[in-house]
C-alpha cells in the first residue's frame, strides 16, 4: 500500500482520500488494545437488557431486604437482620415451604413421571401419535387465568362438575369442598398444575428419545433384557440430562408459582395452598411490607439457588460415577 501510494505521488495523482477514523474504529482499536473480545459488541445489547430486568431488581431485593418498607413512603427505616429474624419465627412461612415440597413431589414428581410416559407412549410407531403429541401439549398452550377459572368451577363444592359426576354414577360419600377442604385443597391445586404443564415435559423427554440410537436398546433385547431392564439400565441413564433439567426448571417454578393458586384459593383455606410466591405478594401489596417481602424474596432466592447447584453436584457425580 505505501509502495502504491508513493508510485501515484510520483506520477502526479492525487493522493487517496482516506476516511477519518470513526467511533466504532476508536472503540475495536481500544478493546484489542486493553486485550478485550470484540464479539462482546454483539452481547452487549443482550447484557444491558439482562442486566436491567434480572441484576437490578435482585440487587434492589436485596437492598431492601434489611430495610422497613411501605413502598410508598419516601423515607426508610434501616432494621439490618430484623427482617430476617422475623421470617425464621413466622409460621405461615413455614407452611408455604412445606406446602412449596408437596407441590414439587406431587406436582413436579409425578409430573414428570406422567410426561416421561406419555412420551415413551408417543415414541412408539402408532397411528395418529401426531395428533395425540397435539392433545398432550395443547393444555399448556392456555391462560393460566382460564386453566384456573375452568377448574375452579370443576371443582366447585355446590354446583361443581366433579361433584355433580360423583353424584351422577353413585359416589355421593366422595363429594367434597376440593378448594375449601385444607387437608385436600393443596392436593386438588396440584392436578390442576400438572394437567397444565404436562405437555412441555412430555416434547423434552421426546425430543430425547428421539436422540437415542435405535441400535442401543434393540442390542440389550438382543441380549435378552426386559422392557423393564432395557428402560432401567438403558433409555433412563440415557435421558438424565432432560430429567435433572426439568427438575431444576420445576423446583424453581413452583417457588415462582401464583397465578393458579391465587386464581383457584388465593391461598386459602388457612393459608394451606399458600406458596411462596402468595407469600410474598400479600406481604407487598395487602400488609404494606416492602421490606419483609424482600426478605422473604431472597430466602426463596437462595434456597432455589442452592437446591439447583445441589442437583447438578449430584448429576455430576452421577456422571463421573
Request: net charge positive; with cysteine; glycine share 10%.
Amino acid at each position: 500500500m505505501k509502495s502504491y501510494t508513493s508510485n501515484r505521488l510520483k506520477s502526479g495523482a492525487k493522493p487517496l482520500a482516506t476516511s477519518p477514523p470513526t467511533l466504532g474504529h476508536a472503540v475495536r482499536r481500544w478493546m484489542r488494545t486493553a486485550g478485550i473480545n470484540e464479539g462482546l459488541l454483539f452481547i452487549l445489547p443482550a447484557l444491558l437488557v439482562y442486566c436491567g430486568v434480572v441484576v437490578y431488581p435482585l440487587l434492589t431485593m436485596f437492598y431492601l431486604s434489611v430495610f422497613s418498607w411501605d413502598g410508598l413512603s419516601p423515607s426508610k427505616l434501616y432494621v439490618g437482620m430484623a427482617n430476617f429474624q422475623q421470617l425464621l419465627t413466622d409460621p405461615i412461612f413455614y407452611v408455604t415451604l412445606r406446602n412449596s415440597v408437596i407441590w414439587i413431589v406431587f406436582g413436579g414428581g409425578l409430573g414428570l413421571t406422567v410426561s416421561l410416559g406419555l412420551a415413551l407412549l408417543i415414541n412408539q410407531r402408532l397411528r395418529g401419535r401426531t395428533a395425540f403429541r397435539t392433545i398432550y401439549f395443547l393444555p399448556g398452550t392456555v391462560s393460566v387465568i382460564v386453566v384456573g377459572q375452568v377448574w375452579g368451577w370443576i371443582y366447585q363444592g355446590d354446583y361443581g362438575v366433579l361433584n355433580n359426576w360423583l353424584g351422577s354414577v353413585g359416589l355421593e360419600g366422595l363429594k367434597q369442598s376440593w378448594l375449601g377442604d385444607p387437608g385436600i385443597a393443596i392436593y386438588a391445586a396440584a392436578i390442576v398444575a400438572l394437567w397444565a404443564g404436562v405437555g412441555f415435559p412430555m416434547m423434552v423427554y421426546l425430543a430425547g428419545l428421539q436422540t437415542i440410537p435405535h441400535e442401543i436398546p434393540e442390542a440389550a433385547q438382543v441380549d435378552g433384557a426386559t422392557a423393564w431392564q432395557r428402560f432401567r439400565s438403558v433409555t433412563f441413564p440415557l435421558l438424565l440430562p432432560q430429567t435433572v433439567t426439568l427438575t431444576i426448571l420445576t423446583v424453581i417454578g413452583t417457588l415462582r408459582e401464583f397465578t393458579i393458586i391465587y386464581v383457584l384459593t388465593e391461598g386459602g383455606p388457612a393459608h394451606q395452598t399458600e406458596l411462596p410466591s402468595v407469600f410474598v405478594f400479600d406481604q407487598a401489596f395487602n400488609f404494606g411490607q416492602q421490606g419483609y417481602a424482600s426478605a422473604a424474596s431472597a430466602v426463596i432466592f437462595l434456597i432455589s439457588l442452592a437446591i439447583t447447584l445441589l442437583q447438578l453436584r449430584l448429576y455430576r457425580w452421577y456422571q463421573g460415577y
